[in-house]
Nanobody, 127 residues
Framework: QVQLVESGGGLVQAGDSLRLSCAAS????????MGWFRQAPGKEHEFVAT???????????DCADSVKGRFTIYRDNAKNSVYLQMNSLKPEDTAVYYC?????????????????WGQGTQVTVSS
């Protein structure tokens, strides 16, 4: 059983940067592909980014307002952590951000592929 705890969210202004962290415990972190998702009020989970078990392959998805070019996912297996660097934040990025872990070898873009979830961290971007 893997436990995930996100941190680093907060209230920022448009154009600012934030780095979200996700600390894992209770499992072999380095064996899990990891992902970040977000959920805005009244909306379903939305894919943000994913990385393979060793960080050798990452994918940052096209959300409705496009995070490509602004967000970066990376991991440090020695620290059992995965990060989401968010730059040039926009009000549309406001959401609860979740990290998730999945069994298997492949990274994933669907929430249904993930087996473990953190409790989420709120990111609010003011205009």
């Amino acid at each position: 059983q893997v436990q995930l705890v996100e941190s680093g969210g907060g209230l920022v202004q448009a154009g600012d940067s934030l780095r979200l962290s996700c600390a894992a415990s209770g499992g072999t972190f380095s064996s899990y592909p990891m992902g970040w998702f977000r959920q805005a009020p009244g909306k379903e989970h939305e894919f943000v980014a994913t990385t393979t078990w060793n960080g050798g392959s990452t994918y940052v998805g096209d959300c409705a307002d496009s995070v490509k070019g602004r967000f970066t996912i990376y991991r440090d297996n020695a620290k059992n952590s995965v990060y989401l660097q968010m730059n040039s934040l926009k009000p549309e990025d406001t959401a609860v951000y979740y990290c998730a872990a999945k069994r298997g070898l492949r990274a994933g873009v669907l929430p249904s592929e993930y087996d473990y979830w953190g409790q989420g961290t709120q990111v609010t971007v003011s205009s």
